[in-house]
């Protein structure tokens, strides 16, 4: 029996990819993931994260991470799609890994119908999607490891050559890096999400 769990990272942030990442096992080693001490990735810290990364995909069958670039963000964004999007990119994954059954983080305030779209954009597979499924399932909470891990990484690139923070509109770095930013140039460098509210309201678009 193959179970596959799947996460995302990075959603709410105001620049940066929005990453899905999925991982496929067989059951019966479900237990090498918790013993692991595997969990939701916003439990553990950035270093404890890298850790399991490597041991994570020693152990799973098969695993697959997609990165969402800011400007798809925002064409869904403007259609009012983003939970489409990113049911899309879970299809995607579920397609991938091809595993019996499906256990997903559900972005959409109901879980049953975010469930219901995987299933038709994958081939009918079978879907379970559920709120904090990482903090449920140990196959989502590897998944989310693996989607955390490498959204950090694409930041860890960007902070290489700017100072912008964690990503976050709650990160008063990130707020001043665009702002400085777009003062400075009249618009915004390519990762940084255009639609978000933040962003607008320093484009004075709001």
């Known amino acids: 029996m193959q179970i596959c769990g799947i996460d995302d990272a990075g959603r709410g942030a105001m620049l940066g990819p929005l990453v899905i990442a999925g991982v496929s096992l067989d059951k019966k080693n479900l237990r090498k993931l918790t013993s692991l001490g ?13 850790n399991l990364y490597k041991k994570i995909i020693e152990i799973v069958d098969n695993y697959y991470v997609a990165k969402i670039p800011p400007r798809s963000i925002d064409a869904s964004v403007k259609k009012h799609l983003l939970n489409n999007l990113e049911a899309k990119y879970m299809a995607k994954v579920v397609s991938k890994l091809d595993a019996d059954i499906s256990y997903v983080d559900s972005c959409d305030v109901n879980p049953l119908r975010f469930g219901k779209e995987i299933s038709a954009l994958s081939d009918d597979r079978k879907i379970k999607s559920y709120h904090h ?16 891990v490498t959204r950090d990484r694409s930041i ?12 976050y509109p709650s990160d008063s770095v990130t707020v ?21 509210k933040p962003v607008q309201k320093i484009m004075g678009k709001s």
Request: aromatic share 10%.
């Open 156 to 167: 860890g690139i960007l902070r290489k050559t700017h100072n912008l923070g964690s990503g």
């Open 176 to 196: 001043k890096f665009v702002t400085k930013y777009y003062k400075k140039n009249h618009t915004v460098p390519v990762f940084v999400r255009k639609s978000w």
């Open 38 to 50: 595997v969990k939701d990735s916003k439990k553990l810290s950035p270093k404890i994260r890298e």
């Open 133 to 148: 499924a990482d903090s449920r399932f140990v196959a989502v909470a590897a998944a989310s490891i693996l989607a955390k």
